[in-house]
């Protein structure tokens, strides 16, 4: 049972450009949340969905990101023109439910550097 | 407003030597606590969690974590501590729909 892949592992945007990061869940997984870390930082929350639908986008800056989850294929989450700013690792986790106790797997995160 | 804090950046620990990684936890209810570790340019492992019962709960590599309702803590330990333990640990409690995280502390374990 393959973890949670994200991909590209590092990523070089020029500032303007658009970054598009995937993220494909654990198998019989249909909860995925994205998340930030800015170096030698912790982590913060973006944003939370299920198939098809955003529950929670509490995390994710109002301009230039968005984030999809479709029916079939990986959660994308997207940059538009992006800014140094936006330099960070980006990480995906999924889990089975939405119960408290639930376990979250996170995949390997994707680099983005924004030059 | 649910959010843990970990109170040191860095924690020192000879290899051999017992070690303590602190974490403090504000939540209205019931807390569901759990410990992350984060390898070099790598992803999040999950170590442990609390959820009820025994207050002191054992996870992988060896460590345990410790609830305290009292001091609303929930310390994670290992009584020998190895050198490929350093690396960035996390504490995050689990409330609504997500995952909230402590700002990391990083352990170096030194030979």
């Known amino acids: 049972n393959a973890g949670v892949m994200q991909n590209p592992r590092h990523l070089v945007r020029r500032r303007g450009q658009e970054a598009r990061l995937r993220c494909s869940p654990m198998k019989g997984h249909s909860h995925v949340y994205w998340y930030r870390q800015l170096p030698e930082e912790g982590l913060k929350f973006m944003v939370y969905l299920q198939k098809e639908n955003i529950i929670d986008e509490s995390g994710m800056p109002k301009e230039r990101f968005s984030a999809e989850f479709p029916k079939e294929g990986p959660s994308i989450l997207r940059i538009q023109q992006v800014v140094r700013g936006d330099s960070a690792a980006y990480f995906c986790?999924?889990?089975?439910?939405?119960?408290?106790?639930?376990?979250?797997?996170f995949g390997q995160g994707t680099r983005l550097t924004v030059v | 407003a649910q959010s843990v804090a970990q109170p040191e950046d860095q924690v020192n620990v000879a290899e051999g030597n017992p070690l303590t990684v602190k974490c403090t936890y504000s939540?209205?209810?019931?807390?569901?606590l759990f410990w992350y570790v984060q390898y070099p340019n790598r992803g999040l492992q999950f170590l442990l969690k609390?959820?009820?019962?025994?207050?002191l709960v054992k996870g992988s590599y060896g460590f345990e974590a410790e609830f305290n309702k009292s001091q609303t803590s929930f310390h994670l330990k290992k009584p020998s501590a190895l050198v490929s333990d350093s690396a960035l640990y996390f504490c995050?409690?689990?409330?609504?729909?997500?995952?909230?995280f402590g700002g990391g502390t990083r352990l170096m374990v030194k030979p």
């Open positions: 609390y959820i009820t019962g025994d207050n």
């Open positions: 939540v209205s209810g019931n807390p569901y």
């Open positions: 986790a999924s889990s089975r439910g939405t119960g408290l106790n639930t376990e979250a797997f």
């Open positions: 995050a409690v689990n409330y609504g729909n997500m995952l909230t």
